[in-house]
Antibody, heavy 119, light 112 residues
Framework: QVQLQESGPGLVKPSETLSLTCAVS?????????WGWIRQPPGKGLEWIGS???????YYNPSLKSRVTISVDTSKNQFSLKLSSVTAADTAVYYC????????????WGQGTLVTVSS | QSALTQPPSASGSPGQSVTISCTGT?????????VSWYQQHPGKAPKLMIY???KRPSGVPDRFSGSKSGNTASLTVSGLQAEDEADYYC????????????FGTGTKVTVL
């Protein structure tokens, strides 16, 4: 069974960089699929942030592209998200998920982690 | 990035059917057969219910069905049950050199 688990600070100060990691178990990232990040502000809808292939190829939401970096560490079977220059508008539950190629549906999701941007 | 348009709410009595629409453009919903639907209960992660317009993952009841016509996709829940009360989001591939992947605005389904 594929399982994903997000980890990282739950509180980030404005203008700093948000960093999250998603650990994958039950499936090798190197075996294929894309791996993505999705966020959901409190009480609002889902927003795709970006996705990465095990080779390192990335696709980003154009509205966030200038601030987002997604990387993969196949040796640890995990992938990571960095979002720079955060503001209160970046406060959200952040999910990681497995995505069928190419940028199709997300079939396995992590439980999500709330990140609050506040001083 | 423009989200796909869904009605904010829909409702039906137990046993009835409810249909949710998802309107996009020829650059996303209308351009590819990669529409998917997710169910989200409060405080939980989204769950894939439909992929590639009308396919159901293993374990999803056949009460859930999907279709597409032009730039609009639809999710129908037949024989509504209390546990179907949730938020539903559509999504679509939108071109790797374009918007990438887009979600709908979400629909709250209430079982009366």
């Amino acid at each position: 069974q594929v399982q994903l688990q997000e980890s990282g600070p739950g509180l980030v100060k404005p203008s700093e960089t948000l960093s999250l990691t998603c650990a994958v178990s039950g499936y090798s990232i190197s075996s294929g699929y894309y791996w993505g990040w999705i966020r959901q502000p409190p009480g609002k809808g889902l927003e795709w942030i970006g996705s990465i292939y095990h080779s390192g190829s990335t696709y980003y939401n154009p509205s966030l592209k200038s601030r987002v970096t997604i990387s993969v560490d196949t040796s640890k079977n995990q992938f990571s998200l960095k979002l720079s220059s955060v503001t209160a508008a970046d406060t959200a539950v952040y999910y990681c998920a497995r995505q069928f190629p190419l940028l199709a549906y997300f079939d396995y999701w992590g439980q999500g982690t709330l990140v609050t941007v506040s001083s | 990035q423009s989200a796909l348009t869904q009605p904010p709410s829909a409702s039906g009595s137990p046993g009835q059917s409810v249909t949710i629409s998802c309107t996009g453009t020829s650059s996303d919903v209308g351009g590819y057969n990669y529409v998917s639907w997710y169910q989200q209960h409060p405080g939980k992660a989204p769950k894939l219910m439909i992929y590639e317009v009308s396919k159901r993952p293993s374990g999803v009841p056949d009460r859930f069905s999907g279709s597409k016509s032009g730039n609009t996709a639809s999710l129908t829940v037949s024989g509504l049950q209390a546990e179907d009360e949730a938020d539903y989001y559509c999504s679509s591939y939108a071109g790797s050199n374009n918007l990438g992947y887009v979600f709908g605005t979400g629909t709250k389904v209430t079982v009366l």
